[in-house]
């Protein structure tokens, strides 16, 4: 179906947020498209307006102070991620996950930002930002707000984000600099697709958490996990947070045993 929208692209985060004032579900931003083009064609929105944030000069920065910690811009790609010197240095679990999103070609264009507005429950970033305790930084005409990746997720594709605003960047702070984990996810091809579970495990030092997709209305992490706990303790310990569903990709049985299984070789490999 042929869908007419108005495109705009502004030149400062000011006229940004001008156009997006009124909050009115008839616009939409803007990143890589590689969800909303998709929903836009489905039927799922009807935007308007398409609002372009690519324009505006800084969005697609990484910076990252030894003091500060990491920010992302919101029109940085997951390829970026995947080639960021520093970040490949200090936060690998954020590679380990971005590697497993999606093929070369949508990862070119898939910002980090979209993917976690996107909210969808099968999100690859999710579970290496909830684990490393990200922050959604937000911004409207009313002001700056910043909301904890964890409380950001309220349901499935639903977040906290209100229409008339927008994600500036996410920041992970310095203390999680040198975290050492690994995600890894099932998918039911060798190909890309999307997760059948999704299993990060990482080790914060005062203990472990673990973040996991595609097993619950949103991603989810466990609290922090003592390092001296047994396996069975570390499996009960996420079957807490995972409130998995049978659906086409399989049954939630078999979700419920993988996430199990790959939170014990994922334990094994990265806390033992
Ligand atoms: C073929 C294919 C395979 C895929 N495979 C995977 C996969 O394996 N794993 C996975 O996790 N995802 C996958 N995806 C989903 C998708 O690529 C990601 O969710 C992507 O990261 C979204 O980023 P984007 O820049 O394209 O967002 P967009 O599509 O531009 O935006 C997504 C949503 O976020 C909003 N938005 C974007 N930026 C901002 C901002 N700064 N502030 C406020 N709102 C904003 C948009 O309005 C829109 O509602 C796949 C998609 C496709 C098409």
Same mark, same amino acid.
């Given at each position: 179906?042929?869908?007419?929208?108005? #495109?705009?692209?502004?030149?400062?985060?000011?006229? *940004?947020? %001008?156009?997006?004032?009124?909050?009115?579900?008839?616009?939409?931003? $803007?990143?890589?498209?590689? %969800? $909303? *083009?998709?929903?836009?064609?489905?039927?799922?929105?009807?935007? /308007?307006?398409?609002?372009?944030?690519?324009?505006?000069?800084?969005?697609? !920065?990484?910076? &990252?102070?030894?003091?500060?910690?990491?920010?992302?811009?919101? +029109?940085?790609?997951?390829?970026?991620?995947?080639? %960021?010197?520093?970040?490949?240095?200090?936060?690998?679990?954020?590679?380990?996950?971005?590697? %497993?999103?999606?093929?070369?070609?949508?990862?070119?264009?898939?910002?980090?930002?979209?993917?976690?507005?996107? +909210?969808?429950?099968?999100?690859?970033?999710?579970?290496?930002?909830?684990?490393?305790?990200?922050?959604?930084?937000?911004?409207?005409?009313?002001?700056?707000?910043?909301?904890?990746?964890?409380? @950001? @997720?309220?349901? =499935? /594709?639903?977040? !906290?984000? /209100?229409?008339?605003?927008?994600?500036?960047? $996410?920041?992970?702070?310095?203390?999680? !600099?040198? =975290?050492?984990?690994?995600?890894?996810? $099932?998918?039911?091809?060798?190909?890309?697709?999307?997760?059948?579970?999704?299993?990060?495990?990482?080790?914060?030092?005062?203990?472990?958490?673990?973040? =996991?997709?595609?097993?619950?209305?949103?991603?989810?992490?466990?609290?922090?996990?003592?390092?001296?706990?047994?396996?069975?303790?570390?499996?009960? !310990?996420?079957?807490?947070?995972?409130?998995?569903?049978?659906?086409?990709?399989?049954?939630?049985? #078999?979700?419920?045993?993988?996430?199990?299984?790959?939170? /014990?070789?994922? &334990?094994?490999? =990265?806390?033992?």
């Amino acid at each position: 179906m042929l869908v007419t929208f108005s #495109y705009k692209a502004p030149q400062s985060r000011e006229q *940004l947020l %001008d156009m997006i004032a009124t909050g009115e579900s008839d616009s939409k931003l $803007l990143a890589g498209g590689t %969800d $909303l *083009l998709v929903n836009i064609r489905n039927g799922v929105y009807r935007p /308007k307006m398409v609002v372009d944030l690519k324009k505006i000069p800084g969005v697609d !920065a990484i910076t &990252w102070d030894k003091k500060t910690g990491l920010k992302i811009g919101p +029109a940085v790609t997951i390829n970026e991620i995947l080639t %960021d010197a520093n970040i490949r240095q200090h936060y690998p679990l954020l590679c380990s996950c971005a590697r %497993d999103l999606a093929s070369f070609q949508i990862r070119n264009r898939a910002t980090v930002v979209g993917n976690i507005v996107n +909210a969808s429950p099968c999100s690859d970033m999710a579970p290496a930002l909830l684990c490393l305790d990200a922050t959604v930084l937000i911004e409207s005409k009313q002001g700056k707000r910043e909301v904890p990746i964890a409380e @950001f @997720f309220t349901g =499935v /594709k639903r977040t !906290a984000l /209100k229409p008339n605003e927008m994600v500036t960047s $996410l920041h992970i702070p310095a203390d999680k !600099a040198g =975290v050492r984990g690994v995600y890894r996810k $099932l998918k039911r091809i060798q190909g890309h697709d999307l997760g059948i579970v999704g299993v990060a495990v990482a080790n914060v030092g005062k203990g472990a958490r673990i973040g =996991v997709s595609s097993s619950a209305p949103t991603p989810v992490v466990t609290p922090l996990l003592p390092l001296s706990l047994s396996l069975p303790e570390v499996i009960e !310990a996420v079957n807490v947070i995972i409130h998995p569903i049978s659906d086409v990709r399989c049954s939630k049985e #078999y979700r419920t045993f993988m996430v199990g299984e790959y939170t /014990k070789r994922l &334990w094994k490999e =990265v806390i033992s």
